[in-house]
């Protein structure tokens, strides 16, 4: 069994900041991918950010500049830092990660609104 759990969501006014955090436990082999999706209100669930454990990281478009994505292999953590939020980042955002299997969080919200 693998658990991811999202934390660090909430809401923000815009142009405000959040964190999302995703500790991933129980029994883990190799870490490949680590990334953050959302799924926004009637609306697909789209990649927001990646970030291979060798390689480059890759973002959405709508997300560039804004968002950055960084991880802690010894803590088999990922992280999403969001800067300049506006109201069309607001979604449920999903943690995933790839190993041998590929694993989902339950998803957090967050709410950009004044």
């Known amino acids: 069994q693998v658990q991811l759990v999202e934390s660090g969501g909430g809401l923000v006014q815009p142009g405000g900041s959040l964190r999302l955090s995703c500790v991933a436990s129980?029994?883990?082999?190799?870490?490949?991918?680590m990334g953050w999706y959302r799924r926004a209100p009637g609306k697909e669930r789209e990649l927001v950010a990646l970030?291979?454990?060798?390689?480059?990281?890759k973002y959405a478009d709508s997300v560039k500049d804004r968002f950055t994505i960084s991880r802690d292999n010894g803590k088999n953590t990922v992280y999403l830092q969001m800067n300049s939020l506006k109201p069309e980042d607001t979604a449920v955002y999903y943690c995933?990660?790839?190993?041998?299997?590929?694993?989902w969080g339950q998803g957090i919200q967050v709410t950009v609104s004044s």
């Open positions: 995933n990660v790839v190993g041998l299997g590929a694993y």
């Open positions: 129980g029994s883990i082999s190799r870490i490949n991918v």
């Open positions: 970030i291979p454990s060798g390689g480059s990281t």
